[in-house]
């Protein structure tokens, strides 16, 4: 087609290790149904995009992967979700400690309305760190990794909300990674900043790939080329329900679609 | 309006010329309506002081302030008399500081229960019960007191009598937690859910997401509860009057029966002859009690503040 992307497929192809599968699952809401066998294999160490139109799941699919929605009243679940193998829908599943294995960042920047050093350091406190000196170590590190030490060093104590939308998406990326995950999951993380923000946290991704598993969930398909090493869409069909259309390597996702619907999603033709 | 030979253009500039003046009025006038409003509360808070401070003050020409204060003897008609209300002071120190410590806790807990944990069809069953307890008279109140609790508070502590300071803290109590939790689960609802998510996608539990970042995100709602329930707590007359016992020593354990400010007022003025000595007396501590809450209010306010700075919200 006509529209193109910039695929950043010069980047080594994703290992075949999987870290994050579903098998056919399926969420109900009450008795809506929001998704529908969904199967899907998540590289390790490696980003995957999850794109669609807005409404078809793609939020509540990326919510299976940390139990975020437990939270909804007559939020049900079939199929297996599995992280390593596991699965995370088992009843000896402990869902504090897979949010702590699986963090997540939220569209909307939402730092705690505390100081810088307690927004990052709130993940550790939680889980019995409480020595002074260790947490501030915690702190440098996780606002290094986050890009976002250079800009904050010297404003520690100061409120999370007087930073920048950025800084602060950048701080809740930082609090994330103080908690040491494996996963992060990111819910369209740049929809709220400004072009360069975007950037800076795409920056900020393709770094962090190298360590950690990443799913992003994102409106914005250039973002998705350009991050991504694999891509997932996601539709839904005439009842709502939300349900995985195609899912490859990104390169081959955005320019040689193997369905329609993808090709008609990704040149425009709707969504 | 082309019938009456002027323009269109000149015709609708007019016609809304005419609007915005008439908007303006209406805004002129509803503005200077809620200025008066609030310029109402400033004149009958000063009109109030004013007042105490006319009928009271007099009373520091006969004994010092620091004699009315600290002086343990209150013989308002002994010759010559004597006031110290030490006595009543020590009384409403206990019964509030007792008081503040029950409901805080059970009203808070209360409150982070129905916000955060409850199904909301139990929360909507309860929190208007809850409510509904604030509009219990305050004799009613006195009354079970009288019959229910202060028999069981003799038995408890071996008592001579069951009422006690204690007996009224615990009464009211009672009465200031519909308020505290009122207000503060109200505030704990206000607190955005986007916090509640990231702490617990960040693997916090429900208790530690209640206890660090709903209760703080809250806190000023909760501190305004608790506010009002001290204040309920400090000026409440008619349920310590008919159960903290009446005393006229000081109070050294709150299980004593004694009487707090309020209490010796409403007992005092009936036998006081306007304008005299023993008048004034009540009115001075009328006077002090006026400036204790306001100063738990301010207190309250200068706390809040420097939280606010902190969490800068």
């Known amino acids: 087609m006509s529209v193109n992307y910039e695929v950043l497929s010069n980047r080594a192809a994703p290992t075949s290790e999987t870290k994050l599968k579903t098998e056919k699952v399926n969420l109900f809401y009450g008795t809506f149904q929001a998704l529908r066998n969904i199967s899907l294999d998540v590289p390790k160490q490696a980003i995957t995009a999850i794109i669609g139109p807005s409404g078809c799941g793609k939020s509540s699919f990326l919510r299976l992967f940390n139990r975020m929605n437990d939270l ?11 992280i390593d193998d596991i699965d995370i829908y088992d009843k000896d599943v402990d869902v504090v400690e897979l949010r702590k294995r699986v963090g997540m960042v939220f569209q909307k920047p939402n730092p705690f309305p505390m100081s810088v050093f307690e927004n990052v350091v709130f993940g550790p406190r939680r889980h019995g760190k409480t020595n002074r000196h260790e947490l501030a170590g915690i702190v440098e590190q996780s606002l290094r990794q986050a890009a976002l030490w250079d800009e904050v060093k010297d404003k520690l104590g100061q409120s999370a909300l007087a930073l920048s939308g950025g800084q602060q998406q950048r701080l809740c990326i930082a609090r994330v990674l103080a908690v040491e995950p494996e996963v992060i999951l990111m819910d369209e993380p740049c929809s709220a900043l400004d072009p360069i923000a975007t950037l800076r946290i795409e920056d900020l991704m393709r770094n962090l790939s190298d360590d950690y598993t990443i799913v992003i969930v994102t409106h914005n398909m250039q973002q998705a080329a350009r991050v991504s090493d694999m891509a997932a869409f996601l539709m839904m069909e005439e009842d709502r329900a939300g349900t995985l259309v195609e899912y490859g390597p990104t390169s081959q996702l955005f320019t040689n679609p193997k369905d329609k619907r993808t090709e008609d999603y990704i040149t425009g033709r709707f969504g | 309006m082309l019938q009456r030979g002027a323009s269109p253009a000149t015709a609708d500039s007019g016609l809304s010329m005419s609007l915005r003046r008439r908007w303006r009025l209406r805004e002129k006038t509803i503005e200077s309506w809620i200025f008066l409003n609030g310029l109402l509360a400033v004149v009958v808070l000063l009109g109030v002081l004013i007042l105490l401070m ?36 020590a009384a409403t120190l206990w019964v509030t500081l007792i008081s503040t410590a029950i409901a805080v806790p059970v009203g808070v807990g209360c409150a982070a229960y129905l916000a955060e944990v409850a199904p909301s069809k139990l929360r909507e069953t309860v929190k208007p019960v809850v409510e509904l307890l604030a509009g219990i008279p305050s004799v009613v109140m006195g009354l079970i007191g009288l019959l229910l609790l202060s028999p069981l508070v003799q038995s408890i502590f071996n008592l001579n009598t069951g009422l006690s300071g204690l007996t009224a803290a615990i009464m009211l109590s009672m009465m200031s937690l519909p308020i505290i939790v009122s207000v503060s689960e109200d505030a704990l609802r206000a607190v955005s859910n986007e916090f509640r998510e990231a702490s617990y996608a960040l693997g916090a539990t429900k208790w530690e997401t209640v206890r660090h970042v709903c209760i703080p995100g809250a806190l000023s709602g909760i501190a305004a509860a608790i506010m009002l329930g001290v204040g309920r707590a400090i000026g409440e007359t008619m349920t310590v009057l008919m159960v903290a016992g009446g005393a006229l020593a000081v109070p050294l354990s709150p299980t004593e029966p004694m009487m707090p400010m309020t209490a010796a007022i409403a007992s005092g003025i009936g036998n006081a002859v306007r304008g005299g000595l023993q008048y004034q007396a009540l009115f001075a501590i009328g006077l002090i009690l006026f400036l204790m809450t306001l100063s738990v209010n301010l207190i309250a306010d200068r706390v809040l503040e420097r ?5 800068a919200r």
């Open chain 1, 72 to 82: 909804i009243i007559g939020a049900r679940v079939a199929g297996a979700v599995e």
């Open chain 2, 54 to 89: 006319r009928e009271g003050l007099p009373v520091f020409l006969y004994t010092s302030p620091l004699k009315f204060l600290f002086g343990t003897r209150w013989y308002p008609v002994s010759e010559p008399p004597t006031f110290g209300m030490l006595t009543f002071f």
């Open chain 2, 307 to 311: 939280q606010k700075r902190k969490f």
